[in-house]
């Protein structure tokens, strides 16, 4: 078959081994090119998965051997459906698939903490290499990980929410030597053993199936690997949810995955597209790792068009980044020229974790590629005397993706990799938005989604009528009674307590704070339950209501004087409130709905 359309990966290669130059010193820039990744072309690859595969693979971390996770029942799966293969349904009230990469390198206890299960239909975890004589490698920090006490956790919890689990097997030739994989592949022998060796793998940890990524793929192998893929199929069993990875190329380039023998009924249940690698390393212009269009590199919309134009949609699970990635450029302008592309300035390129780049974009200054819909940002770099230009993938970016996937009837959408984010709930709410089943149909762009559906959740609201929850409705300090009764689970009230709320439909509920000692009213024998709520009543509230410690910190500058500084302060110090803006708490603003749920998350569910 002809390589004609094939990116000429071997000839761009060689041209990055004379334009980039040695590590430099260390740096001053908000992201910073791996202190362990010389900028020699020796650890460039033209993945993300291999890429960071490679940055990892001399990872010393030190698992704990874990015991036989539990196996998975569907009592949870009450979301949606897709079209074909064995996750035809869907957990959590989930609309469209969402398959996660869990790679070895982030599986520790603190990050698996972040893992918001209600939101993943499927964990993939990431990886453990196959070998050339047919055998899974179980000598690597790979197997190590993925026999982990801290997996058999993460498999027993995703599993508690029907949420599947697969083993991703590996084999990376992207320094085209292809003697492996060869050596493997044309083998009937080594193929069906290593199948029979994935299938009891995935049975002795009780996982759901397997997610094999192999690349690249050279024409030559192309029927070998569609014969393994096969063989993989017959040794899990109808049961098993299969999928393969091939790169978001694959439909528009001449490469050797045979996309439709590959999701055929006989062999994956979808193809995991990698659809974040279409401005990489060596890319001539700065841009997008998967920009929406683009006049400069194969972009999401026309790679989507020749998926689409071989297979249905139902079997492209489509790869979204949780990354980014920067160049060393010639200019500050938008999709400015590369230096490994130009010349003339010391080339560079290197991925970029979400979390990063919002740190870096909120220093530098966050900008936007209208054609390729993607944040970006800007800065003159000292490290390398020239400028840097970073593009990577925020809520508003991954929104357009989401939708676009949804838009096109695919089964749903892949994330490489999970916990890139770890401490930022952003692109979680934004899952919660394009594919959740959110509890109310007004809190979709509400800053406090999270904390909005932890209050359904818990029973705390059922919002304020229609299906509605009128995030930014004052809160009165009758529904604050209300609101507080239930979450503490307080009982009692018989005791009338005030003159005012004769009538109320929170009477009872105002009685019961007032019993347990969270308010004594607003005036003697009132209570003034139709009034605004303040951010400063409130603290008092949620100080008396837990017990908190003191502190003798003043983390406010607009307090001073009032009646309720201490409880603002012991509210500060105990991470439940931040204030309204620098220094300030805003003590006498008045508190909406939204804003009462994220005081209440935070006080009751730290």
Not at 115 to 126: E, G, N, P
Request: glycine letters at 10%.
């Amino acid at each position: 078959m002809s390589n004609a359309h094939r990116r000429p990966w071997a000839a761009i290669l060689a041209v990055l081994l004379v334009v980039f130059a040695a590590a430099p010193v260390a740096a001053v820039d908000p992201t910073p090119a791996p202190s362990d990744a010389p900028l020699d072309g020796s650890a460039l690859t033209p993945t993300i998965h291999a890429e960071m595969e490679t940055e990892h693979a001399a990872a010393r971390i030190g698992f704990t051997a874990g015991g036989r996770p539990q196996p998975f029942t569907p009592d949870t799966v009450t979301g949606g459906e897709v079209q074909a293969g064995p996750a035809a349904e869907l957990p959590n009230g989930l609309s469209s698939e969402v398959f996660g990469y869990l790679p070895y390198w982030a599986v520790t206890d603190a990050l698996v903490a972040h893992l918001d299960y209600d939101l993943l239909s499927t964990v993939a975890y990431f990886g453990v290499p196959a070998t050339s004589t047919g055998t899974l490698n179980k000598s690597g920090v790979g197997w190590d990980g993925w026999t982990s006490a801290t997996m058999t956790n993460v498999i027993n919890e995703a599993h508690a929410e029907g949420v599947k689990v697969v083993l991703t097997v590996t084999m990376m030739a992207w320094n085209y030597d292809y003697s492996s994989m060869s050596a493997l592949l044309n083998s009937g022998t080594r193929r069906t053993q290593l199948a029979n060796e994935i299938a009891a793998t995935v049975a002795a940890r009780n996982a759901d199936g397997v997610n094999l990524d192999f690349e690249p793929m050279p024409n030559a192998l192309q029927a070998a690997y569609t014969a393994f893929v096969r063989e993989v199929r017959t040794a899990l069993g109808p049961d098993s949810y299969l999928t393969v990875a091939v790169t978001g190329g694959a439909a528009s380039w001449d490469e050797g995955y045979d996309l439709p023998k590959l999701a055929a009924p006989d062999a994956a249940d979808a193809l995991m597209v990698m659809a974040y690698d279409l401005n990489w390393s060596g890319s001539s212009r700065a841009g997008g790792v998967a920009p929406i269009d683009s006049p400069y590199a194969l972009d999401s919309r026309e790679a989507m068009t020749a998926f689409l134009s071989k297979m249905p949609g139902s079997k492209l699970i489509w790869g979204v980044p949780y990354y980014g990635r920067a160049w060393t450029t010639t200019t500050s302008s938008l999709n400015g020229r590369t230096c490994v592309s130009a010349g003339g300035c010391t080339a560079a390129s290197w991925a970029i974790r979400y979390d990063d780049a919002v740190e870096a974009a909120a220093e530098k200054g966050r900008r936007w590629d209208g054609v390729g819909q993607v944040p970006w940002y800007t800065y003159v770099s000292t490290t390398y005397d020239t400028h840097v230009q970073a593009y990577y993938d925020d809520a508003a970016s991954l929104d357009v993706k989401h939708e676009m996937a949804a838009a096109n009837g695919l089964r749903g959408v892949g994330i490489w990799h999970l916990l890139m984010d770890a401490g930022h709930r952003a692109l979680w709410d934004q899952l919660w938005r394009n594919f959740g089943d959110l509890p109310f149909r007004d809190v979709d762009d509400s800053p406090f989604l999270e904390h909005i559906i932890w209050l359904a959740e818990t029973g705390i609201t059922s919002g304020c009528g229609n299906d509605r929850f009128c995030p930014l409705a004052a809160v009165s300090r009758g529904q604050m009674a209300s609101f507080l009764s239930r979450a503490l689970g307080l009982t009692g009230g018989e005791l009338d307590t005030f003159d005012d709320d004769d009538g109320s439909v929170h009477e009872l509920a105002i009685n019961r704070i007032a019993e347990a000692g969270i308010t004594s009213g607003c005036a003697p024998d009132r209570f003034c339950p139709t009034r605004s709520i303040t951010r400063a009543q409130l603290a008092s509230f949620l100080d008396r209501a837990l017990e908190l410690p003191g502190t003798g910190e003043d983390f406010f500058d607009d307090d001073d004087g009032s009646t309720h500084e201490a409880a603002i302060n012991r509210l500060a110090a105990a991470g439940i409130a931040s204030g309204c803006a620098v220094d300030r708490f805003c003590p006498g603003g008045v508190v909406s709905r939204e804003q009462m749920a994220a005081f209440l998350h935070r006080a009751l569910d730290p």
